[in-house]
């Protein structure tokens, strides 16, 4: 099995910054694409930044700026420095990463808890 397990959240105020860091652990052969979402209540869940396993990276429009996604491969994590957070940045924050599983070679989408993100002065 493979473990998603996600910390840093938490309250803020306007302004301030966060880093959210995402660690995978258990039956892993190879880490593919990594990256962060979120769900603001009453919302679906969006893509807010990925990262490829070379280190190419995508981020959607509402963040380019302000977040920054990086990964460590020797540790299976990774991690988004939030930055000139907004009240609108709001949600829980969800980890994804693809993988593939070292013992039947299947590649899987795995997905973390969240962790909530709150912006509020």
């Known amino acids: 099995q493979v473990q998603v397990v996600e910390s840093g959240g938490g309250l803020v105020q306007p302004g301030g910054s966060l880093r959210l860091s995402c660690a995978t652990s258990?039956?892993?052969?190879?880490?593919?694409?990594m990256g962060w979402y979120r769900q603001a209540p009453g919302k679906q869940r969006e893509l807010v930044a990925d990262i490829s396993r070379g280190g190419r990276t995508n981020y959607a429009d509402s963040v380019k700026g302000r977040f920054t996604i990086s990964r460590d491969n020797a540790k299976n994590t990774v991690y988004l420095q939030m930055n000139s957070l907004k009240p609108e940045d709001t949600a829980v924050y969800y980890c994804n990463v693809e993988v593939m599983d070292y013992y039947t070679d299947l590649r899987l989408d795995r997905w973390g808890q969240g962790t909530q993100v709150t912006v509020s002065s």
């Open positions: 258990g039956s892993i052969r190879m880490l593919y694409s």
